[in-house]
């Protein structure tokens, strides 16, 4: 009976514990981390960035600077990319363009205490097709540790894709963001944005 009660006391002096840490970091993220609202308005924002850099980079545009509001407050979500020659081997015979090129992204989110997932490389392509690639990426923010993964897939010999997945935890709380940061190289030395999102 000694037991049953002791085993009761000990959960009924727990309980509030955890309702106390729980709802700490509740008010907590509220006060400065994203909210899950946050995330899908700063998704939906990029989502539209994303069509509307590739269609500048269709037009040729090499730099390209995007900002969006995120919902009715102050903050902003911002996606950046641009591309530099580094040297044209490209020939009158050819029909195809050779060369090298830095290609270089990132995704910024101000809700939150600024974090930042950066993406840059070198990439190299002749005859319509991409015969090499680096990628080298910085993730940024104040009230986080951060990691990364970040590879490159080759779909085929004109198509290769460079994808960053970083992660921000949060100090001192059990949650944490993922930033998706994916760039598309093609054999032509042209590039896409292929995706920039944020989420849990």
């Given amino acids: ?9 000990m959960c009924f002096l727990l309980i509030p514990s955890f309702a106390s840490a729980k709802s700490t970091s509740s008010v907590d993220q509220e006060k400065g ?11 939906e924002a990029l989502d539209e960035l994303v069509v509307e850099a ?24 911002s996606l950046f990319f ?21 290609y270089k992204a990132y995704v910024k989110n101000t809700a939150g205490f600024h974090f930042q997932h950066r993406l840059a490389g070198e990439f190299q392509f002749k005859g319509g097709k ?29 198509v290769w894709v460079v994808q960053s997945h970083g992660t921000f935890r949060a100090f001192k709380f059990l949650f944490e963001y993922n930033t998706y940061l994916t760039v598309k190289l093609l054999g032509s030395g042209d590039y896409r944005i292929e995706r920039a999102t944020i989420g849990f």
């Fill in 1 to 9: 009976m000694k037991k049953i009660l002791i085993l009761s006391l």
């Fill in 33 to 43: 981390y994203p909210t899950a609202k946050e995330i899908a308005e700063i998704n």
């Fill in 54 to 77: 590739n269609k500048k980079l269709e037009t040729g545009q090499t730099e390209i600077s995007l900002k969006r509001e995120i919902g009715k407050t102050n903050e902003t979500v």
């Fill in 82 to 102: 641009k591309s530099e020659n580094v040297y044209d081997a490209s020939s009158s015979k050819s029909k195809y363009p050779s060369g090298k090129k830095i």
């Fill in 130 to 158: 991409v015969t090499g690639a680096t990628k080298d990426v910085n993730l940024t923010g104040a009230m986080y540790s951060e990691s990364h993964n970040t590879w490159i897939d080759k779909l085929d010999p004109s």
